[in-house]
């Protein structure tokens, strides 16, 4: 068999739950430098469940070829346009995404199916909920659906006065009338001169500029706290290999580190903020490597509760500095590692006529925040613990790493104090 230039063979042998043994061939572009193995690992995987998947945008430099014998599903013109659409848009930014975006199309035809549904052929659990309507809810997995539909008609307001017109009428909705508390909140800031800063510390603004990132939660079974409140999980990592007293004294517990704001339900954290009240870099760079480590710390806790849900978990993080807004991610999707991803960075509006274009989509973002962290509590809540895991012996993810001279400095400053 004949290889192409500038590629590496690569033959794989996948078995069906049928029994039967297909031969799979890839030839991989090394064009740009070494082939993705990443990619390779995942299309094999692919096959060996006997999925096969559409044409790839040859942007994103491997391809792939089944052999002859391997039967290959028939693929509709209107999803590989919509998967050539998604590939394409996103293959300069991120061509290592495994999961393919809903195009608008795909979006439509999901909604014309659920509503052709006979309500009364839907299944009806004991408590009232319609499984066929969660179904809904979590293929579209954005905001609901009460929301949504609120902040389109908002988003037509060209100016201040079109937008309080809106606003006049309260909703019963609590996530609308968030959204709604919200905007009349700053419009009373742009009218008292709050708005632009001027002299405003830290304190100031989570109190009044930043104060929606805590009124979301308010329906929620979600605890934030905040005044610098140490992290838990934090204190947990850096008192790791704390013993009792034998040879050596044992040594006192160390707190973890704090922060401004901490989301938590019981005794898990799922989320943290950073504010700073100047755009200063130095302390946004601390600041960001500081809230890394913890969200890093949060995830490893919330391993240890449920280590079946790692690969699914998914911790949020706010970093405000001045007007700036960024939302931090944080996952384990593959390895030992945490992927700690920041969003596109948002600006607070500069005056009344900009809160419309500038407010909602950070409104939109803390919303969908406040989502992906209940999704994270519930399947930390759903997954049953084993006893019997030894997870020393998995050791899926490492924790923290805590120097020993910071361990050492607390220690001769304990020492210092007693004597």
Known sequence: MSVPKN?????????????????????????????????????????????????????????????????????????????????????????????????????????????????DKC??????????????????????????????SLKESNDAASLKKKLDEEQTCPAREWVRNTLLDY???????????????????????????DTVFDDSKITR?????PSRSSSASINTNRTLAGIERMERKSMGRKLDLIFYRQLFEYGCCECGRREDQTKELLDGSKMA??????????????????????LVGFLLFDTKFTIVLCDSSAGYVCRIN?????????????ICNALLPILTAVYKSRVMIEDTNKLVKQKPVDIDVDLDQCKTILPSFTSEGCKRKRKRSSDSTEE
């Open 7 to 119: 590629t590496v063979h690569l033959k794989a042998t996948a078995e069906h739950n049928k029994g039967e043994v297909n031969d799979c061939y890839f030839y991989i572009n090394t064009n740009n430098g070494r082939p993705n193995w990443e990619k390779i690992a995942f299309l094999i995987h692919d096959k060996r469940l006997g999925i096969v998947p559409p044409p790839i945008d040859p942007s994103m430099n491997f391809y792939n070829r089944i052999s002859e014998t391997q039967h290959t599903p028939s693929i509709t013109k209107e999803y590989a346009d919509s998967f050539t659409e998604t590939t394409s848009t996103t293959s300069t930014t991120n061509t290592s995404k495994k999961q393919i975006k809903l195009s608008e199309i795909d979006k439509i035809k999901i909604t014309q199916m659920f509503e052709d549904l006979e309500l």
């Open 123 to 152: 299944w009806r659990l004991s408590s009232g909920t319609i499984v066929e309507e969660r179904m809904k809810e979590f293929a579209f997995r954005d905001l609901p659906v009460l929301l949504q539909t609120y902040l389109d």
């Open 187 to 213: 419009f009373t800031l742009f009218k008292w001169g709050y708005l632009p800063l001027t002299d405003q510390l830290e304190g100031d603004m989570m109190r009044r500029v930043w104060r929606f990132i």
């Open 225 to 229: 706290r905040g005044a610098e409140k």
């Open 293 to 314: 480590k913890v969200l890093k710390d949060m995830i490893y806790s919330l391993y240890q509760k449920s280590p079946d849900s790692l690969r699914e978990l998914a």
């Open 342 to 354: 920041h969003k596109r960075t948002l600006d607070l509006p500069e005056e009344a006529d900009d």
